[in-house]
């Protein structure tokens, strides 16, 4: 039974320190394709807020260290919920917020400050988008910093991207748990 918590807890911190290393890019800021830039509509109050994560504080007492909320279009949300699957074409956009923590009346809670950084993914189960280093497994992928649109961090998904969606690989690279508009 130890020797079973030692390798868990193991392929845990890994897949941790992973997930924290692949949202640190090293690639400089260059111009996306335009298929994958942060859409110009306001899609915080155009599109359905498909659910929120909190990721905690390295101390967990101090509150989450993050918040991603992830948005998508209702045409496609309606397509996903008749179908099961995301249509070519869906846009998936996840703000990453950082946060503050205070002590309010009830209790210590944690809150979007300043925005930190979008993701970006573009449904692209046909290969429309070709064998680019930001397209494969399905999507399309790509980071960017603070308030930018067009300038990616993203160098290659396979490095920047798929270490952190990996784990979900049976339910199409995305985290559907924290989804609770998706469940039927």
Request: proline share 4%.
């Amino acid at each position: 039974m130890l020797k079973s918590f030692v390798v868990i807890s193991a392929a845990t911190l890994t897949l941790l320190a992973a997930t924290a290393f692949a949202q640190v890019t090293k690639t400089a800021p260059l111009d996306v394709e335009p298929v994958l830039r942060v859409p110009s509509e306001d899609y915080r109050k155009n599109w359905v807020q498909l659910g929120t994560f909190s990721v905690l504080a390295d101390k967990p007492a101090d509150g989450a260290k993050e918040l991603h909320q992830v948005y998508m279009s209702r045409q496609n949300l309606e397509a996903y919920l008749n179908t099961g699957t995301f249509p070519d074409g869906a846009v998936i956009v996840k703000d990453v917020w950082n946060t503050k923590t205070d002590v309010l009346t009830t209790g210590t809670a944690s809150f979007a400050g300043e925005l930190s950084g979008r993701f970006v993914m573009v449904k692209d189960a046909g290969g429309k988008l070709g064998a680019g280093p930001r397209s494969g497994d399905g999507w399309g992928w790509a980071f960017f910093k603070g308030d930018e649109r067009k300038r990616t961090i993203t160098g290659d998904y396979k490095v920047d991207c798929l270490t952190c969606h990996e784990p979900a690989r049976k339910t199409d690279l995305l985290f559907l748990q924290g989804y609770p508009v998706l469940r039927k």
